[in-house]
């Protein structure tokens, strides 16, 4: 039986997992990236990265690579569909003197993080099967489907909504929204033509948009009450394609129809929503000696404000800053209880942000409370609300590897 040793084990190489191994490189902590697909996950057509996603990328040095790509996306055209009325919605803008918010190909970000790092830092196809630790909790032990064994002097899960590191540490499963959402990517070889801006449609408990990545290509989604049916879809393009022209877009207008039906079928995904109770995250166990969670595993959350992946890069940064300054110390342990601290009430409170987005904008307007959500929504959430959560969020800064303690 194979054993080897690493002073940082990440499990899962998405979007947290490769930013913490490159923010780990910088400080120069030798770091292995167990990963159980057999290639990086691109999974999802594109990712919007905001303000506070563009600030962690420049610390780790790869903003640069993404920004000559992707279209800056200056605000939200929402229109409601049964008033016909629509409401500009701007994102915050930037001290870099533009709109940060942009669209981003999942690949590409997912690619930019990866190059960074050394040949051999990820090991694809490596299933955990257990995870304990020794006498010492300075040490654990991660035994793997193929009968290898990695110790690890800290572990961290980037593992994703359904992770093994979080269920080993024993914080509370995720839990349905009530939702669930189809996104895909449309590809115009000819371009588009369309404005910048993102466009989002509003009827009863149905929302749907779309947004440039580039001249070329947009990004559009749909998201609706669950049902019990779509389990069957989903793994499938073809079957979802035919349930969002036949059924679910034709709600929506002929332009919108029209992006659907430019859709790379490779990234089309349909998927329930689920998020973490906040009081969960700030109460419940998420570092154990030397292990913790990040990203995803730590504080799944709707997209209703746009935060999953900005998050987990903030995350990075947090996580490695606090574990270099205790690793100077000797007491890595000390670290991750640091970096907790420093995250928990961010997580918590973007997840109820995003719940509570989604809540209004659909998931409210139902029973005998419709008629006062869509007055809410209409007259005071867009106009008041909407425009102030998302530049709380934007606003906030991750600091960088190195600060002084």
């Known amino acids: 039986m194979e054993e080897e040793q690493h002073e940082v084990v990440i499990v899962g190489a998405g979007i947290a997992g490769l930013a913490t191994a490159v923010a780990l490189k910088i400080v120069g902590m030798q770091t292995l990236v167990l990963e159980r697909s057999p290639e990086l996950r691109a999974a999802g057509a594109a990712i919007g990265l905001s303000s506070n996603a563009w600030r962690a990328l420049d610390v780790l040095g790869v903003a640069h690579k993404l920004l000559p790509s992707c279209s800056t996306v200056p605000e939200a ?6 008033t016909g009325s629509t409401q500009a919605v701007p994102f915050p803008r930037s001290q870099r003197g533009d709109t940060a918010t942009r669209i981003v190909h999942r690949k590409d970000l997912l690619e930019s993080l990866a190059e960074e790092l050394k040949p051999g830092t990820i090991r694809f196809s490596s299933k955990i099967t257990s995870i304990d630790q020794e006498a010492s909790p300075s040490v654990t032990v991660l035994h793997l489907d193929d009968g290898s064994v990695v110790k690890a002097k800290v572990l961290i899960g980037c593992d994703g909504v359904h992770s093994v590191v979080a269920r080993w540490l024993g914080l509370s499963e995720p839990v349905p929204s009530g939702r669930s959402a189809v996104r895909g990517l449309a590809v115009f070889p000819e371009g588009h033509g369309l404005k910048n801006g993102a466009v989002q449609y509003v009827v009863d ?9 580039n001249n070329n290509d947009l990004y559009w989604f749909i998201v609706h009450p669950s049902s019990e049916t779509e389990n069957e879809m989903a793994r499938d393009p073809e079957l979802i394609l035919a349930e969002v022209t036949e059924k679910l877009a034709i709600h929506f207008p002929p332009e919108f129809q029209m992006v659907v039906r430019h859709v790379d079928l490779a990234t089309l995904s349909w998927a329930p929503l689920v998020f973490r109770l906040p009081w969960d995250v700030l109460l419940g166990r998420i ?3 030397c292990v ?5 595993a730590m504080h799944p959350m709707t997209p209703d404000i746009g935060q999953g992946g900005c998050a987990a890069l903030e995350d990075a940064i947090v996580l490695v800053r606090n574990l270099a300054r205790a690793r100077s110390r000797g007491q890595l342990a000390a670290g991750l209880e640091s970096y907790v601290s420093e995250r928990r009430w ?3 409170w973007l997840i109820a942000a995003s719940y509570l987005s989604g809540w209004v904008q659909q998931g409210g307007n139902a029973g005998v409370w419709r008629s006062a959500m869509e007055w809410f929504r209409r007259n005071i959430y867009y106009k008041f609300l909407h425009s102030r959560i998302v530049d709380a969020v934007h606003r906030y800064d991750c600091g960088d590897l190195l600060s002084a303690e």
């Not at 055209?77 to 049964?82: M, R």
């Not at 408990?205 to 990545?213: E, I, N, T, W, Y």
């Not at 913790?292 to 995803?296: A, S, Y």
């Open 287 to 289: 570092n154990k000696g």
């Open 346 to 348: 961010r997580a918590a």
């Open 77 to 82: 055209l929402v229109t409601d569909l049964p």
């Open 292 to 296: 913790t969670v990040e990203g995803d």
């Open 205 to 213: 408990d149905q929302r749907a948009g779309f947004a440039p990545l």
